[in-house]
DNA sequence: TAGATTTGCACAAACGATTGCGCAATTTAG
DNA sequence: CTAAATTGCGCAATCGTTTGTGCAAATCTA
């Protein structure tokens, strides 16, 4: 059913129908008696326009581009959820991509949502390219988890840096001094602030010597693999930084295999925090990001920047959560 | 930059250049000396088609709702990723819909993706009210996971009969009698089925009179309170049959402050596997839905639909995955 | 009552692509 | 050399909306 169809059933133009469901009657001084039967014919018949041909005519499509690194991660998943409910109730829909973490289908998502012309882009990007983003003229984008120093596309992400210098501080505090920290994605905003956030703490109380960072992805089997490394050492560390959730796993994973116990033999904190993650034996000591506003903001920049305003990047505060992975040992003398 | 500016800057017709474009150059002897030409231009001005003004003009959008009830379910999760892919690699993006397991955000997302124009609908409703499906005439749609037995609309599921039937066969042939299980949201196919094949189980080796069915809802909350009830009575069940990944959650998370040791006092099987299940102490037992295939199956049922052929209902096989959340008991004399 | 306002609606041109059909120019046939 | 066939491309309609502008009819003013 067309709004031509209508007009006919009607016996009107299809201009005063248009006029009237998209609510400009006083604009264009359609009588309310006319209004009235427009409003109920096209209900019974339950009419609604097309929105391909509005896209069309409008130059907008009410649609937001979200590009993904891996749906799969509960991180995403959970940044997906609350994108997706922010839009929604802005009237807005998401076109939903997964990069599945390679450069290349991320500079082809962003190609076709440009294309189906998206009236915005929220991205959490691979990582290490940015190039693709530079030719990304006019088209409001706003960056989520990582981001590029040598842009000013906006963006907003956790305070990875005060979280990993918290959770060093910790461990120091509770007198760990053999840290190592396993991390992920090389070269990736947020790892390295994370890295930096560690190696800034270690410096502060003189541990400069001690500093380990070995790792280069975020998955379970980098955890394992460099874990296994680590407890193979003579100078086995006694607590373990791992850089997120999955890396984590990892390194629960292998220290259970090598017959380590947690906390007793070493210690452990994850950066980023899973639901299950207090149901670990031992429950797990973590960073908990705050996802949820993340999302939140991520999507109001959005709309700022869709209201042509000026935005500045967002940097938000993550939680330390103690639970019972970290022990407290003795100094060595 | 439009086609009629590309046309212009080659002087020659939107005609041809469209034509070329669409590779329909030998279809309307377009000389190969123009087309490559046109291709060349379109090249260096990196043209890209305005697909909104191609979906209305063909009257097909390249474009496939999925409409899921949470996103943030790992099980959800991981459905979208594939389903994300395979669509993809068809030429297809995904509109994504939370329905946050809610039937009036379910009907209206409907709705929305209709007006959008999708070519089809992949849906994992939320359940019990299939009212709105009915009229979705002519679109293309199918169902995930959850299905309607008095419609016709093609599904794919896992056979939940089949898996809860072994999960517990498993229990009693471990020595387990009093065998409580822990279900999700009623009156939705999934359950029911788990519900079934559980019974059946327990009918077969004479265990009739201590079947014992509680819960109502897929979450962590009703596997805690539930495990929590379950405990306290003076007939407490010797093994736990969590219906979902959530549920089973829940149940260890009671079991844990109630101070139970699994599998010494008390056994589990959760439905649903997830990656982290391995490395809870013990790790979980689990039936392990075919997650990938689901998605993959879903999306090829889809395609046949969109082709016009007919097409059957699928249900998939889940895999047991005996891990040391069982232990054997003692059979009572 | 004539002229000026106001009211109520419709015509037709966009939006940016695709495509049936037609029409020259060129080639082939006889 | 003329007629027929073929080659190469463009005109204009179309997809389903929205909207600037115009034009009668109704109402008001004096």
Redesign the pocket.
């Known amino acids: 059913m ?3 169809e209508l007009a006919q059933e009607l016996e ?5 129908v ?2 009237v ?2 609510g ?1 009657e006083k604009k ?4 309310e008696k ?1 209004a009235q039967r427009v409003r109920e014919v096209a209900d019974k018949l339950d009419f609604a ?2 929105q391909i ?2 896209n ?4 907008k499509t009410n649609t937001i581009g979200l590009i993904i690194p891996d749906i799969s991660n509960p991180f995403f998943a959970n940044l997906a959820r609350t994108v997706e409910e922010e839009l929604r109730s802005r009237g807005k829909m998401v076109l939903l991509c997964d990069t599945k973490d390679d450069t290349n289908l991320e500079e082809e998502s962003i190609a076709l949502l440009k294309g189906r012309k998206v009236d915005g882009l929220l991205v959490a990007p691979v990582g290490k390219e940015s190039r693709h983003f530079i030719e990304s003229t006019a088209l409001p984008v706003v960056l989520i988890d990582r981001y590029f120093e040598d842009q000013d596309i906006p963006f907003v992400t956790t305070d990875n840096f005060f979280g990993a210098y918290q959770a060093t501080s910790f461990l120091i505090e509770k007198g760990h001094q053999n840290i190592a920290c396993i991390q992920g994605l090389t070269e990736t905003t947020p790892n390295d602030n994370r890295v930096k956030g560690y190696q800034k703490a270690m410096k502060n109380y003189g541990l400069l010597e001690r500093m380990k960072v070995v790792g280069d992805d975020y998955s379970l089997e980098n955890g394992y693999e460099n874990t296994k490394e680590l407890l193979a050492r003579p100078d086995a560390p006694t607590a373990l930084f791992a850089l997120n959730n999955q890396i984590a796993m990892g390194c629960m994973k292998a220290l259970k295999e090598n017959g380590f116990h947690i906390p007793k033999e070493i210690s452990l904190i994850a950066f980023d925090e899973q639901p299950y993650f207090e149901l670990l034996s031992p429950p797990l000591t973590a960073i908990k990001q705050p996802m949820e506003a993340i999302g939140k903001v991520a999507v109001e920049i959005l709309f700022e920047l869709l209201e042509g305003k000026e935005v500045d990047p967002q940097i938000l505060k993550p939680t330390f959560i103690q639970r019972d992975s970290v022990s407290e040992i003795c100094l060595k003398p």
Chains 1, 2 share one sequence.
């Open positions: 067309t709004i031509k009107m133009s299809t201009t005063t248009s006029r469901l998209t400009q264009y001084r359609i009588s006319t326009p097309n041909a509005r069309l005519r409008l130059q």
